[in-house]
């Protein structure tokens, strides 16, 4: 069964495109970075593909963003959902903290697999993606074993727990 | 609710329509063979590959529009450059920071919002919640 791709964005990639679509607003050049944040969200909002950014980030843009760059919020927050932690994310950050991912890292990647949104209607995205490097090694270095580690957790669950997959994790220039 | 029947198999097996949507499945399924048990599943679904690549003048028209989104919000101009900005400075300041100083900018405001694992809330799933696979 084909369906939309969901990408998670985590919070270095809404920096980038918050600094990025401010430093259009002024006419002034992009820095790279920016520049593919931007097209990555945009590309994907025009392709009707699903979007997510992790409820802190959300929480974030609500209390600041709207505060001190409105109208980068407000476009912004057209293009994504929010990501919320679906049941078993605990277990599962918790058993990624012990892997010795910073918490914020396992947080995320927990959300990629136990993510969910508000109505309940799916488990996990197929993609987060980052600017953060040591995150990407160490994901690339230990994802085969993680993976056993996952399928040894969802052996026993119910549906659709059992069939909870790990997500590919990769940069915005790997995507544009 | 788990609810036990018995099948028997003759030259394979037939599993009423009723008992399908009993189990909340959805309509695509996957069969997983594994010694000793059957599992019928929902699919789990397979992304549309990702074909973002765009030639320059087609990004630079998606960066014009978006400009010209933000810009209209702002009643047709850019805003102040000395507007405040995220954590506290102004827009100015805020461009004369090196990355590495926005970056721990951010993490203090993300910090805000930031629970400790054990004890945020988590929500229910559908069984026939879409999974990524």
Known sequence: MSGQTRLLLDKNVVRRYFEGVSTLAYGRALAEEEREAILLVHLAHRKEQRLFIPIEAFNLLQVHGRQVAPAETLVFLKCVEVLYHGRYFKRWARRLRMRTF???DAKVLALGTFGTNEAGEILGVHIIVTYD??????WELEREEIAEHLLAMTGN??????????????RPEDIC | MTR??????????????????????????????KPGKILILPAATVPVPLSYTVTEDEAQATLKEVRKKITALCGGQAPPTDRPY?????????????D???????????AEFDEEIDVIEERDVRPDALVAG
């Open chain 1, 157 to 170: 669950l119910r549906s659709p727990f059992a069939q909870a997959r790990l997500p590919d994790v990769r």
């Open chain 1, 133 to 138: 490097r040591p995150l990407l090694t160490k």
């Open chain 1, 102 to 104: 910073s918490r914020e």
């Open chain 2, 4 to 33: 036990q029947i018995m099948l028997e198999e003759q030259k394979g097996l037939w599993i009423e329509d009723r008992l399908l949507r009993q189990a909340q499945l959805g309509k695509h399924l996957q069969v997983v063979v």
């Open chain 2, 86 to 98: 995220f954590g506290g400075v102004t827009w100015q300041e805020y461009q004369a920071l090196s």
């Open chain 2, 100 to 110: 590495e100083e926005r970056q721990a900018l951010w993490n203090r405001l993300y």
